[in-house]
């Protein structure tokens, strides 16, 4: 048990994350329309209606530790679906995280974090290229921005 904690606490540490882990769909925003037997889903850009309860699908996880004044990505390229984005502020200075996809217009964010500090948001993104930037002061230009690949998941 011990050796687990601290195996789990070095993982933490060193930024390590499962690239998958189950979600419940309860738990990303999917909600039963009453009596109908139908589901609604309340996150992401379009809200969808199913027609039955959605399977568990698993959760993609990327995570970003801001430094000053760049953002390191865990991956470059994540399946569609329930994305939970981490920010670690490893910096000296404090950090945000907004998100929004090329071509779209809703843009998501992680609010100010500081140093020492990290902040998590799970998100239902569609396939698609999304910018990632700072937008503390002139952070973004200095070079905090990064890009994500989210592509479509295989069946
Ligand atoms: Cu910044």
Known sequence: MRRLALVLATCAFAGV??????VHWSDIG?????????????HGQSPRVLRKAPQAVPLA???VVAVDFQYRLSRARIAAGPVR???VNFGEDEHDLKLQRVGGS????????LPGQRRALTLWLKPGIYRLWCAMADHAMRGMRATLRVVP???
């Open 17 to 22: 994350v499962p690239a998958q882990a189950a």
């Open 85 to 87: 984005i981490e920010l």
């Open 30 to 42: 999917w909600t039963s329309v009453g009596s109908t037997g139908q589901f609604r889903r309340t």
């Open 61 to 63: 996880r990327v995570q």
């Open 153 to 155: 998941r295989r069946r």
């Open 106 to 113: 809703k843009i998501y964010q992680l609010p100010g974090t």
